[in-house]
């Protein structure tokens, strides 16, 4: 698969995510530099894929799912990137965002893989969302074309 970052064309690393199968379990690391699985998180999910939380467009996306995560009932939000685990703390107690969970891919980019978000002409996540049901089968899916541009906001909230 292909996105545009700036533009400018580039590959992505790893599997294409489809609507309809069951989402991969992966490997990532919270804040406090504990192991984090999908596994672990119960009920519906939306996972939020981002170049980085100190982006302009991020930051926006990452407030915005902020603010709806507290009107849903029984979905957990999850935004993961390449930040450091350090940095993405500093970014949410900032920014005060506290409806979304933060996890770092940085390790050994187990989600950029099994999730088809890798950019590795940068070594940073495209933007993607994926929308999961409590088995975790994909709702909704969207690999955004232009990196740099903002996801479609109620497409995934419809999804659920």
Not at 17 to 32: C, H, L, M, R, Y
Not at 53 to 74: G, H, I, S, W
Not at 89 to 107: E, L, P, Q
Request: proline fraction near 4%; charged fraction near 25%.
């Amino acid at each position: 698969m292909q996105v545009k970052f700036a533009g400018n064309p580039v590959k992505l690393k790893g599997s294409t995510i489809e609507k309809g199968q069951v989402a991969p379990d992966f490997d990532a690391v919270t804040n406090s530099l504990e192991g984090f699985k999908l596994s672990d998180v119960e009920g519906k999910k939306i996972i939020l894929a981002v170049p980085s939380l100190y982006t302009p467009v991020c930051d926006m996306e990452v407030r915005k799912f902020n603010a709806e995560a507290a009107q849903l009932r029984d979905v957990t939000v999850i935004t993961i990137s390449m930040d450091l685990p350090f940095a993405q703390a500093r970014w949410c107690g900032a920014a005060g965002v506290d409806n979304v969970i933060t996890v770092s891919d940085f390790k050994d980019r187990d989600f950029a893989e099994k999730y088809g978000v890798y950019m590795e002409a940068n070594g940073l996540l495209a933007r993607a969302v994926f929308v999961l049901d409590a088995d975790n089968k994909v709702l909704h899916v969207e690999y955004v074309s232009e990196v740099t541009a903002e996801p479609n906001y109620n497409a995934a909230l419809a999804a659920l």
